[in-house]
């Protein structure tokens, strides 16, 4: 081959007539789709943990440790952008960038404003689209959609199948999983804690996934069945699965029921029993019924949870409060004990919600959960260290939206907590916490 070598001014030359050939911005962005979100939260609360028959009412956050965020007067901020671009033939292509999240202190220790976080790429995917038959396939990061998690993302392969008028086919293979804060084992957990929480986390999604899933929707007539069948094997760490229904009935035009049980279980693999002991942890199981009824205005959820086992560390859901069955509670879910990822104890809840929608789209709420962490077999409020106690949660909301891209919310969250104090120690607890969060969210 034949080298030719170029003079300063020929190569300036060679690029103008290769800019003559680009695409134009307009022409490039023709066929892209951008969405993005913005979102702001301020958070403040504090624990009040008194010590029972004694005069000395103890460490004001004693709890903060081991039953939640202790957050005060806590900004943060995070914004999402992403573009979806069609490059023909089938094909598109999808990347979003997030910034975020990062934690603006306001009180105390750590008060500081981050200045240093940076976008990162969140998702970045190639999909596939056989529209004649009704299928895509996606592969790369993404977020995982599945019905154990929340918004995780992962490097994953996805092939949906939606040719059958109202039944949804699904197949996933996850390779490595976000390292997210909120996913099973990422923070200390009781009798697993010798092993150290980021071990465990690594240790338990270092492992790959796959599933598949079947979804279907269904008229009956007037009413309307709703159907999620899900199947999961984590390579040698548990087999999922799980099976949603959702029953709606509706009453005259501006009135309706609706029945929902949900159930989520697995089965864990010996490794996991033997690197943890077959003593500290069990197979979980997730049970979750709830009635609501809608209508001129009016919304109002009776319901009740139960999951978990005497004495063990359960796994209930891959991350965070996964698929949002539970309409109620803010801060119990999250709790040591009873938080739905990984719990320990047997958990048994009962909750009741209520609320008004103005005209002006202007939502009034309330919510009350009532229940206890059971965390041996020995009496229904065991230790506060290991999560267990009597637990009451009540929250009342407003929500706005303003439009149909900006969106208002604003709580406040009463937690009680009344719990047995420790083998050999004379003082049990009463611990309490207020909580306060203000949120807006603009999508686009």
Do not use: C
């Not at 995070?78 to 975020?100: E, H, N, P, T």
């Not at 959609?145 to 392969?157: E, K, S």
């Not at 269904?218 to 069948?229: A, E, K, N, P, R």
């Not at 109002?300 to 509670?329: C, F, H, Q, W």
């Amino acid at each position: 081959m034949k080298l030719v070598k170029l003079s300063l001014a020929a190569a300036i030359a060679a690029g103008s007539f290769s800019a003559l050939n680009a695409v134009s911005l307009e022409d490039a962005i023709k066929n892209v789709d951008f969405t993005g979100q913005l979102r702001y939260r301020y958070d403040t609360g504090a624990w009040d943990t008194l010590m029972v028959g004694n005069d000395d009412h103890g460490d004001r956050n004693a709890q903060s440790s081991i039953n939640g965020d202790n957050a005060k007067q806590t900004h943060r901020f995070r914004a999402r952008l992403a573009a979806k671009a069609d490059i023909g033939d089938g094909f598109k292509v999808f990347g979003q960038v997030q910034y975020g999240q990062d934690a603006n202190g306001g009180y105390g220790a750590g008060n500081t404003t981050a200045t240093g976080n940076t976008f990162n790429l969140r998702q970045a995917y190639l999909q596939y689209d056989l529209a004649d038959y009704g299928t895509s396939f996606i592969w790369g990061k993404q977020e995982l959609g599945t019905i154990w998690t929340d918004d995780i993302v992962g490097m994953a392969a996805k092939a949906v199948y939606t040719g059958i008028d109202g039944l949804t086919l699904a197949a996933f293979a996850v390779d490595s999983f976000e390292a997210d804060g909120e996913r099973a084992f990422q923070r200390p957990t009781t009798n697993v804690d010798a092993v150290g929480s980021n071990a465990a986390a690594d240790f338990i999604f270092r492992q790959n996934f796959y599933g598949a899933a079947a979804i279907g929707a269904y008229d009956l007539g007037g009413s309307t069945l709703d159907t999620q069948l899900w199947l999961g094997y984590l390579n040698k760490r548990a087999f999922f699965y799980a099976v949603d229904v959702v029953y709606g009935l509706p009453i005259d035009q501006d009135l309706s029921w609706t029945l929902q049980v949900n159930y989520l279980g697995n089965s864990l693999d010996s490794a996991v029993k033997d690197k943890f002991g077959s003593e500290n942890v069990a197979n979980g199981n997730f049970v979750n019924l709830r009635g609501t009824i809608k209508g001129y205005g009016f919304d109002g959820t009776l319901g009740g949870v139960m999951y978990g086992k005497k004495g063990k560390t359960t796994i209930n859901m891959i991350e965070d409060r996964s698929y949002k069955v539970l309409p109620a509670g803010k801060e119990i879910f999250y709790m040591q004990g009873s938080n739905l990822t990984d719990s320990f104890g047997q958990n048994t809840f009962g909750y009741v919600t209520a609320g008004y929608t103005l005209p002006s789209d202007l939502r009034l709420g309330v919510q009350f959960l009532y229940g206890a962490t059971t965390a041996d077999a020995g009496t229904a409020a065991t230790s506060a260290g290991a999560g267990g106690g009597d637990k009451m949660e009540a929250v009342a909301e407003v929500s706005y939206n303003y439009t149909k891209n900006l969106d208002f919310l604003l709580y406040y969250s009463y937690l009680d907590v009344k719990a047995k104090a420790e083998a050999g120690a004379v003082d049990d607890y009463d611990t309490k916490k207020n909580s306060v969060r203000f949120q807006a969210i603009y999508k686009f």
